[in-house]
């Protein structure tokens, strides 16, 4: 059964730090997976990504220098390491998976066909 699993959610104050974890069980392969988030009333916005063409991680602006994405292929694990927390970073961090053919850079939500349950991230004093 193709899953995707996220924690590490929770409050923090700006400034802080969170990590965030994503299990990708099932999956042989994928074109894409990332971190994307979403608050109510917007879009949801592409955080950071890495796409298996071009072995590319990418960024959005508002968060370079701050967060970090990895993988541990042997855990089928994704994280998102996020430092120097914002208040605007608050929202529902959702991970994704695209298995098909992807033409779209890997920061855009469309085409994943595979998206986790999310985890809240609120940053507040």
């Known amino acids: 059964q193709l899953q995707l699993l996220e924690s590490g959610g929770g409050l923090v104050q700006p400034g802080g730090s969170l990590r965030l974890s994503c299990v990708a069980s099932?999956?042989?392969?994928?074109?894409?997976i990332g971190w994307f988030r979403q608050v109510p009333g917007k879009e949801r916005e592409g955080v950071s990504c890495f796409a298996r063409r071009g072995s590319s991680t990418n960024y959005a602006d508002s968060v370079k220098g701050r967060f970090t994405f990895s993988r541990d292929n042997a855990k089928n694990t994704i994280y998102l390491q996020m430092n120097t927390l914002k208040p605007e970073d608050t929202a529902v961090y959702y991970c994704?998976?695209?298995?098909?053919?992807?033409?779209?850079?890997?920061?855009?939500?469309?085409?994943?066909?595979?998206w986790g349950q999310g985890t809240q991230v609120t940053v507040s004093s």
């Open positions: 994704a998976v695209h298995t098909g053919i992807r033409s779209r850079p890997c920061l855009n939500s469309r085409d994943y066909n595979y």
């Open positions: 099932g999956f042989t392969d994928y074109s894409a």
